[in-house]
């Protein structure tokens, strides 16, 4: 008789940077968001965070565009996913350009924090020895 083995897969902590068309999120900003997230979605990410951060002038023009906005999504995924993750990015119509980070859980956390303006959970202070 054999067992099988389940193996667990840890999920890791990622910062998801995402080019889009300025212009196409001032015009529909739920269907570009509903876009990321169905990328993120089919990679089998859980997202944590998430909203536009940057929208201007772009450094170099990048298939024509000159302006863009970038949206910034905290996840968390297997490492497994990166490849459908980027994969899907390249296929998007919505998505230009993507970066992923992996954080530790510090960063990630105070990260989480910043985008949504809550205060992280402080660990509990020692209770003062009683002499």
Do not use: C
Not at 20 to 28: P, R
Not at 50 to 57: E, L, N, T, V
């Amino acid at each position: 008789m054999t067992v099988a083995v389940q193996k667990v897969v840890k999920p890791h902590n990622y910062e998801g940077m995402f080019l889009v068309d300025s212009g196409k999120f001032a015009t529909d900003p739920d269907g570009v968001i509903n876009d990321i997230m169905n990328v993120l979605k089919r990679a089998g990410a859980e997202v944590v965070a998430h909203r536009p951060w940057a929208d201007g002038k772009l450094a170099y023009e990048i298939n024509g565009m000159k302006k863009g906005l970038h949206y910034i999504v905290m996840f968390t995924m297997p490492g497994s996913g990166m490849k459908t993750l980027v994969r899907q990015s390249q296929l998007s119509e919505t998505i230009i350009r993507q970066m992923v980070i992996r954080h530790p859980q510090s960063i990630f956390d105070a990260n989480v924090s910043a985008l949504t303006g809550a205060v992280p959970a402080q660990q509990e202070a020692p209770a003062p020895d009683a002499e």
